[in-house]
């Protein structure tokens, strides 16, 4: 057990519509990760949040957005989803936000969203 | 930017065998090294890490050397068994700025008994 929760495990919903992904880090961690796992794609990073600001944006979709609110806890929406946005999203946290000797980043057991 | 190669797969071997899943990598800098496993229908979790040239990571009889000269950080196990079964992921992060983990695209290992 690594220590980060994601909520929900699976999720099944209909293109179009708008799902939100929640993420607890552990216990300590100022710093929070999204990512996608897809066949296609491998694994892509997506969003940042160190202490409630984002830190780092990579490829991350308009349709997508993510925040972290003051208790360290974050959500990543997903919105207009369509076939493709089906994936496995991973969060993952680490304590500090800027590199320190190769900090270990701890991930979640991902939510698995499936888009029909 | 950076980037990191992984030996394609997938990879089939015997019990007791010898493994060599090989990885290279792109950085500016100095980076740091990592190597993830993801048993089947769980999430990432770290095998191993080495954050300068020359550094040996090691964890459930893997492991794997930071070669700076050969930009390479090979995972290495000398008898594998079935529970090894799995994905593995090679992935660096900057060493100055970001944390943030640019993963190879990982090998499936299935271990037959």
């Known amino acids: 057990d690594s220590g980060v929760t994601q909520t929900p495990k699976h999720l099944i919903t209909a293109t179009g519509q708008r799902v939100t992904l929640r993420c607890s880090p552990r216990s300590g961690d100022l710093s929070v990760y999204w990512y996608q796992q897809s066949l296609d794609q491998g694994l892509q990073f997506l969003i940042q949040?160190?202490?409630?600001?984002?830190?780092a944006k990579g490829n991350i979709l308009e349709r997508f957005s993510a925040q972290q609110f003051p208790d360290l806890h974050s959500e990543l929406n997903l919105s207009s989803l369509e076939l493709g946005d089906s994936a496995l999203y991973f969060c993952?946290?680490?304590?500090?936000?800027?590199?320190?000797?190769?900090?270990?980043?701890?991930f979640g057991e991902g939510s698995w969203l499936t888009v029909v | 930017g950076n980037s990191v190669t992984q030996m394609e797969g997938p990879v089939t071997l015997s019990e007791e065998a010898f493994l060599t899943i090989n990885c290279t990598y792109t950085a500016t800098g100095y980076p740091s090294l990592f190597w993830y496993v993801q048993y089947p229908g769980e999430g990432l979790q770290l095998l191993l890490k080495a954050t300068k040239a020359d550094d040996k990571g090691s964890n459930k009889g893997f492991e794997a050397t930071y070669r700076k000269e050969t930009t390479s950080f090979h995972l290495e196990k000398g008898s594998v068994q079935v529970s090894d079964s799995a994905v593995y992921f090679c992935a660096l992060s900057a060493n100055f700025g970001n944390e943030k983990l640019t993963f190879g695209t990982g090998t499936r290992l299935t271990i037959i008994p």
């Open positions: 949040y160190y202490n409630g600001e984002e830190r």
């Open positions: 993952a946290s680490s304590v500090a936000g800027i590199q320190l000797s190769g900090n270990t980043i701890y």
